[in-house]
């Protein structure tokens, strides 16, 4: 039996997510809490869980566990990334803990990659406690990250990308303005031709309201505008959206294509694979209805 499993009833900590209404909770155990502070914009938390491992919490809402985190990291990277074919540089907006940029940089031919995070604490922090989630990346030499708010950059840079991955929050806090039109029109100012843009967009059976809503607003400025899915289990609540726009369309791409382009670069993946990447796409019948 391991100290965990010794401690008496009374001594027990839960953390209870307060993502949905009373209703629907997700509750962990916490084992031990490794850090606990405001910053100028969030209530930030690190504790460990006997299964999810370490798991990082803004504003009392999981945002990534160690135990289950490649299935979002590596989704949000590679789809795009194996899609398009020729990413050459790459604009991250959030990700503060470092996994959407451990993933792009995998791919060694990937010149320039930007990363901005409006909040340092939440670097330095994961980079303290949860170091394997960036696992190197924030050192990489190809790794240019700036702090600073999203939306002030994406406004001003002259800077163009292949590729724009926002790993933002919920639309609560400081990430409400990267689901918005006018963040969606300065994506597509930043991106180059054939250029993608994905976002994480939630759980669909619970946050209806934001999938439809981001739906119809990136509509309004991107030829191609869909969804893929993966389930992301810490992510409670079902299928994990991520939204997908582009002025091309890619989701037609024949599977050898994928295949061809997924094998020359030999990355060892723990979920993502072409089969996977193919099948995402397919939107349940639930989630067509959302967006009519």
């Not at 990250?145 to 950059?153: D, G, H, K, S, T």
Request: glycine share 4%; net charge neutral; aromatic share 12%.
């Amino acid at each position: 039996m391991t100290m965990f499993n010794q401690k008496k009833e009374s001594e027990i900590e839960l953390f209870k997510e307060t993502l949905y209404d009373e209703t629907w909770q997700q509750v962990m155990k916490k084992e031990r809490v490794l850090f606990s502070q405001k910053s100028k914009y969030q209530q930030i938390e690190i504790f460990e869980n006997l299964f999810f491992k370490k798991v990082l919490v803004l504003d009392n809402i999981v945002q990534t566990t160690e135990k289950d985190e490649f299935i979002y990291h590596e989704m949000l990277t590679h789809m795009p990334i194996f899609a398009h074919g020729s990413v050459n540089s790459v604009l991250i907006i959030g990700g503060g803990d470092g996994g959407i940029l451990r993933e792009v940089l995998r791919h060694k031919y990937i010149k320039k990659v930007v990363m901005v995070e409006i909040d340092s604490l939440v670097i330095d922090k994961c980079k303290e406690f949860m170091p394997s989630l960036s696992n190197g990346a924030f050192d990489n030499p190809r790794s240019n990250v700036i702090v600073q708010n999203a939306i002030e950059y994406i406004k001003s840079t002259n800077e163009k990308f292949d590729l724009v991955i926002c790993d933002s929050t919920d639309p609560v806090g400081p990430g409400l303005v990267l689901f918005l039109e006018e963040f969606y029109k300065n994506c597509k100012r930043v991106l180059n031709p054939a250029g993608i843009l994905v976002t994480q967009n939630g759980v669909p059976l619970f946050q209806k309201d934001e999938l439809k809503i981001t739906y119809q607003n990136r509509k309004k400025i991107f030829t191609e505008n869909s969804y893929y899915f993966a389930p992301v289990p810490s992510y409670i609540g079902g299928f994990m959206a991520f939204g997908w726009a582009s002025d091309k369309k890619y989701e037609d791409i024949p599977i050898n294509v994928i295949l061809t382009r997924f094998d020359a670069l030999r990355l060892k993946m723990k979920y993502y694979n072409p089969y996977i990447h193919k099948a995402s796409f397919a939107m349940p019948e639930y989630i067509k209805e959302m967006l009519i």
